[in-house]
Structure formats: C-alpha cells, structure tokens
C-alpha cells in the first residue's frame, strides 16, 4: 500500500487529493457513494488499499480503491507488451549518381531490389 508521495503521472492518491468530498468505487467496481475524503481514506486503510482519483474533473471528483502499485505495474507490462507488437519499419535507401558515361544497372539491383545499391550512369 503506497501512503503517500509524488507519482509519476498527475494521479492524485491517498493524502495528495484536497476535494472535501469525493465519490467512491470500490476495487470490484461497486459504488459505495458520496463520502468526505477522510472517511474514504480510512476505508481505503481499513482495506488495505490507495484511495486513487480517477476523475478529477467530475464533480464530486470520482475516487476508486485499488492497489496502486499494482495498476502501475499491470499498466507499465501492457505498454511493453504494445511496444513488443509494434511493426518495425526499415528504411531502404538508393542512391542515384550520375556520370557521364554509358547507362548500366548493377546487377545486384538487378536481382536484389531491398538491398542498398547504386545506379551508375555511363556513356
């Protein structure tokens, strides 16, 4: 159970949120109402739990109870994870010169096209 301190998003929790009021949602998702911010957090310890405000901007803002370091951790793995499924793209680079020469393409344009080549201009 973290009790208090700095996050590295702008989630307030525990002692950090200052709204008089707040609604609460348990850690299953049930509301448990309408309450002052002190009897939550004394619920929230009672529980073993983070009193979290999910939605600050909802009047009264909208706290859940849940194990904060826990959701960071889920939260941080699934990032990974969408990192992990990400489709790299790889560049192909070629390069055009010319000279004044006779036109001859390279083989290995030829028969390679994805590999880095070089086209050079002949008379």
Same mark, same amino acid.
């Given at each position: 159970?973290?009790?208090?301190?700095?996050?590295?998003?702008?989630?307030? *929790?525990?002692?950090? *949120?200052?709204?008089?009021?707040?609604?609460?949602?348990?850690?299953?998702?049930? $509301?448990?109402?309408?309450?002052?911010?002190?009897? %939550?957090?004394?619920? %929230?310890?009672? $529980?073993?739990?983070?009193?979290?405000?999910? %939605?600050?901007?909802?009047?009264?803002?909208?706290?859940?109870?849940?194990?904060?370091?826990?959701? /960071?951790?889920?939260? $941080?793995?699934?990032?990974?994870?969408?990192?992990?499924?990400?489709?790299?793209?790889?560049?192909?680079? /070629?390069?055009?010169?010319?000279?004044?020469?006779?036109?001859?393409?390279?083989?290995?344009?030829?028969?390679?096209?994805?590999?880095?080549?070089?086209?050079?201009?002949?008379?």
């Amino acid at each position: 159970m973290q009790r208090s301190g700095s996050t590295a998003d702008s989630t307030r *929790i525990n002692s950090e *949120i200052r709204a008089p009021r707040v609604r609460v949602i348990d850690s299953t998702g049930k $509301q448990l109402g309408i309450m002052s911010t002190r009897e %939550a957090l004394a619920l %929230a310890t009672e $529980q073993e739990l983070d009193l979290v405000e999910v %939605a600050p901007n909802a009047d009264p803002p909208v706290c859940r109870l849940m194990d904060y370091g826990k959701y /960071l951790y889920e939260k $941080q793995k699934r990032e990974r994870e969408s990192r992990k499924a990400q489709k790299q793209i790889e560049v192909k680079e /070629l390069r055009l010169q010319h000279e004044s020469r006779n036109t001859v393409l390279e083989p290995p344009f030829l028969h390679n096209p994805s590999a880095l080549c070089k086209i050079i201009w002949m008379n």
